[in-house]
């Protein structure tokens, strides 16, 4: 650890696991190694050339004023859909509101993350149909959301593990702390993938701790692996594993992907106040989807057909996307009142009454 | 089975074991509820029967306790989460106002949290800080829970067994200086719906609503005032969200006076509430306006001055006197 804390950036020991390197040429590893097929390959990519489309897309439409905020994954590619594909749709995955490629993964529409954002209802989709929970805004609870849960499937004894998102940021809250210990102390199935993206908000990292974050599970007392999380190989791989020593009773597991958020934290947000466009054009050479399109093409499992009938469906789904969030409606104006609770509830009752009698009163008035 | 005379303590025991046999999906957690039985002994010998798989010692940590308690609900489970002291529920107050009460409005409804966190309040009990408050009225504001609390074993027994078959969270406040008061409990009895008011002393004069620990305090102090000739009616509120506002207006109506009572602070207390709805449904009823009789607006005292700060009966029948001054 040095006096700066640049630790807790990437160029320290043990160096990252890289199985493709920024140039797109495999790199061999002694410990984690994955073997996919052109089409296997050809599928991650689609994944991620399609969440950067309808993400871009959401940002001109937030821009738009179709969304009152949107919050871009932009450069976080690989660590979403490396790990996202590396989950069995059984697996549950809890993540934290950043998470679009994990969704994507998992099935959820675009438009219903983006409904969110646009202010329609607070998320609204049932965890249960993807097995994939709703985004959580305030930052920390949620792992440890994760942790019961996983603490519960280790009671069933179900064949299945969980996938908990938190970000370097969130990586400061109390809860991700108690959440690690509460997961370490009962053994549960869980894999905390914590994508240090260099930035919460406008604070590097290294205002947000001195060590590096996967360091901090050997104090818990599991496993602890840093991840490029520009690539999608590794972070496939070493999630994989990180699953199967979850799912075979060997409690947590704590990857962390060295990745940057190359957009603003959110569109309300400005990065020229607080870093330098160098920092992001340094990390634009590592970018996640130009790598494997290198691989792809150097290999000859790519060809210029392939690339463009991939432009061509991200140019679909951003249509799509475009054509959906536009034309979503508003929800009735008494929406609120409907599911503050699960069983009746007289003051919501009497309030609904009561503000269904006051808008009543503007329609007899014409 | 008869009724048989318990104390509160051994009601809420009782009661966890009753809903631990009818379904395996309740849980009960927290921190020293297994081998110690809780510091109160609420958990009393459950680990022991039910196994740690079911009566788990957590890490000393109130926002995991929570946390994870909401985990365990959204994989099915009904825990019930025990909060040590009042005082100590804040570091979970996080988990529980921005994620326990929030997750069914969230999820449109596709998302139930059956969740009760218990937890002892009040004061009474010569403790140190942080061990006598009574903190319902943060809870109480926030849409998405159910904030409950009884009076009495009969009471706590049912009112628990109704709080861990609610689809929605509980707060569950225990009055901790009355664990050791005894009652007739007969648990085959058809109990009251957990959001009714009971009317626990008939009276004529003026209508002395409590909850908790101020129900015996009134009771009391309605005994007091009848040799000053004056027939108080004494409503058990029995829970704070939501209120049940149907029972005190009848009361009201009838006696024309109402005083409300509690340990917690009068400041924005549920008794602020309380009074501005009754005005409001009441205004040609009442005789005097609605008084309130509560802590004050300071941190809760050392102990050597918590009688001073709790309301006691002389307390209560000077706002009576108040009251009848109108």
Same mark, same amino acid.
């Given at each position: ?10 160029g ?22 994955? /073997?996919?097929?052109?089409e ?27 969304? %009152? ?21 059984? /697996? ?11 969704a ?18 607070? %998320?609204?989709?049932d ?23 996983a ?9 299945m593990?969980?996938l ?10 109390g809860?991700v ?13 869980i894999?905390f ?14 205002k ?13 007392g &599991?496993?602890g ?14 999630? !994989? ?9 060997? %409690?947590? &597991?704590?990857?962390?992907a ?7 934290h ?26 494997? !399109? ?8 790519? /060809? ?22 536009r034309?979503?409606? /508003? ?23 009561? &503000? ?11 | 089975? @008869?009724?048989?005379?318990l ?5 809420l ?18 921190e ?29 940590a ?74 319902? @009225?943060?809870?109480a504001?926030?849409?998405? $829970? ?75 102090? @309605? ?67 609605v ?18 700060? $709790?309301?006691?009966i ?13």
């Amino acid at each position: 650890m040095t006096a700066n804390g640049t630790a807790a950036r990437e160029g320290t020991e043990p160096a990252l696991v890289r199985l493709l390197s920024p140039e797109g040429t495999r790199v061999p590893h002694d410990e984690y190694s994955i /073997d996919l097929t052109p089409e296997q390959l050809r599928g991650l990519y689609r994944d991620m050339v399609l969440t950067r489309r309808f993400d871009g897309e959401a940002v001109s439409l937030q821009r738009q004023g179709e969304m %009152g905020l949107w919050v871009s994954a932009l450069g976080q590619e690989a660590a979403q859909i490396g790990s996202g594909r590396a989950a069995r749709d059984t /697996d549950y995955i809890f993540p934290s509101y950043r998470e679009h490629g994990v969704a994507w993964c998992r099935g959820v529409d675009p438009l219903t993350l983006m409904g969110m954002f646009r202010g329609v209802n607070h %998320g609204g989709w049932d965890p249960n149909t993807n097995n994939f929970h709703l985004y959580t805004i305030v930052i920390g609870p949620v792992t440890l959301h994760a942790t019961g849960y996983a603490m519960g499937v280790a009671k069933d004894g179900a064949d299945m593990a969980v996938l908990s998102y938190f970000g370097d940021g969130g990586s400061s809250q109390g809860d991700v702390s108690e959440a690690l210990n509460f997961a370490a102390v009962n053994n549960a199935p869980i894999v905390f993938i914590c994508q240090n993206n260099g930035w919460a908000i406008s604070t590097p990292i290294e205002k947000q701790t001195r060590v590096p974050i996967y360091q901090r599970a050997a104090g818990f007392g &599991f496993p602890g692996v840093r991840v490029d999380g520009n690539d999608v190989l590794a972070m496939m791989a070493v999630t !994989r594993a990180a699953l199967e020593h979850a799912r075979g009773g060997n %409690g947590p &597991f704590l990857i962390e992907a060295l990745t940057y958020r190359m957009a603003p934290h959110a569109t309300s947000d400005d990065p020229t106040r607080y870093r330098f466009a160098e920092e992001e054009a340094e990390w634009r050479l590592k970018d996640p989807i130009a790598r494997l !399109r290198a691989y792809l093409v150097n290999e000859a499992w790519a /060809d210029d057909a392939y690339l463009a009938a991939i432009e061509a469906e991200a140019d679909a789904l951003a249509k799509r996307v475009r054509d959906g969030l536009r034309s979503m409606p /508003d929800p009735e104006p008494t929406a609120f009142f409907d599911h503050v609770y699960a069983e009746q509830h007289p003051l919501v009752d009497e309030e609904r009454a009561e &503000f269904t009698r006051y808008l009543a009163g503007f329609e007899e008035g014409h | 089975m @008869a009724a048989r005379t318990l104390t509160m303590v051994k009601a809420l025991n009782e009661s966890l074991r009753k809903a631990m046999e009818d379904d395996p999906k309740v849980l009960v957690m927290g921190e020293d509820v297994g081998r110690l039985g809780g510091v109160f002994r609420v958990t009393d010998g459950l680990q022991k029967d039910f196994g740690e798989d079911r009566v788990t010692d957590t890490p000393l940590a109130e926002s995991g306790i929570v946390g994870t308690a909401i985990g365990l609900a959204l994989r099915g489970y009904r825990p019930v989460a025990e909060i040590q002291f009042d005082g100590f529920v804040f570091p979970a107050a996080n988990q529980i106002i921005t994620q326990l009460a929030k997750m069914h409005a969230r999820s449109l409804g596709k998302v139930r949290l059956p969740v009760v966190v218990r937890m002892p309040y009040g004061g009474g009990i010569g403790a140190i800080e942080h061990h006598s408050e009574s903190p319902e @009225a943060y809870f109480a504001h926030t849409a998405g $829970l159910r904030v409950v609390t009884p009076s009495n074993a009969a009471d706590a027994y049912w009112m628990l067994q109704q709080s861990i078959r609610s689809a929605d969270p509980v707060i569950f406040l225990e009055p901790k200086r009355r664990y050791w008061e005894r009652a007739d409990v007969d648990v085959d009895e058809m109990p009251l719906p957990l959001h009714q008011a009971r009317v626990a002393r008939a009276g004529t004069d003026l209508t002395l609503l409590a909850y908790g620990p101020m129900v015996r305090l009134c009771l009391d102090a @309605a005994e007091a005032a009848r040799e000053d000739g004056r027939d108080l009616e004494v409503v058990d509120l029995r829970s704070i969200s939501p209120i049940d506002f149907d029972t005190i207006q009848a009361s009201v109506r009838k006696t024309r006076r109402l005083v409300v009572v509690h340990e917690a602070p009068v400041f924005l207390g549920p008794g602020s509430e309380i009074a501005a709805r009754i005005t409001e449904r009441c205004f040609y009823h009442l005789e005097s306006p609605v008084l309130r009789v509560g802590g004050y607006h300071s941190p809760y005292p050392s102990s050597r001055l918590e009688e001073e700060y $709790l309301p006691t009966i002389d307390r209560v029948l000077d706002t009576v006197d108040r009251a009848f001054a109108f």
